[in-house]
């Protein structure tokens, strides 16, 4: 059973940046899509970026898109959201997710993923 732990949300001001981590246990290069998700209360849960790591390939959302990027340290199996610029619409709680092991489907679907942290709040006030 895999497992999937967020770190590094935290309060900050508008314009300002913060880089969230996720670590996983029990991954595999099977688990081919993993993303960070976020919901700010009282919405839908919305897909922020993903990469599907046999291709190395990342999808970002256009509301963040020149601002937010993910990587992913393929040795260790941990995520990471580096996010710029920061703007008080990006307080959510965030999500990290991962796909099961030979698991398909559409990045910003949240039924495409499986495995999914506890979540880490990140506030930006104007």
């Known amino acids: 059973q895999a497992q999937l732990k967020e770190s590094g949300g935290g309060s900050v001001q508008a314009q300002g940046s913060l880089r969230l981590s996720c670590t996983t246990s029990g991954l595999t290069d099977q688990n081919q899509y993993m993303a960070w998700f976020r919901q700010a209360p009282g919405e839908e849960r919305e897909a922020v970026a993903a990469?599907?790591?046999?291709?190395?390939?990342?999808f970002t959302a256009d509301s963040v898109k020149g601002r937010f990027t993910l990587s992913l340290d393929a040795a260790t199996k941990t995520l990471y959201l580096q996010m710029n610029h920061l703007k008080p619409e990006d307080t959510a709680r965030y999500y990290c997710?991962?796909?099961?092991?030979?698991?398909?489907?559409?990045?910003?679907?949240?039924?495409?993923?499986?495995?999914w942290g506890q979540g880490t709040q990140v506030t930006v006030s104007s």
């Open positions: 997710a991962a796909s099961r092991a030979g698991g398909a489907g559409v990045w910003s679907a949240q039924s495409t993923y499986t495995y």
């Open positions: 990469i599907y790591a046999p291709a190395d390939f990342i």
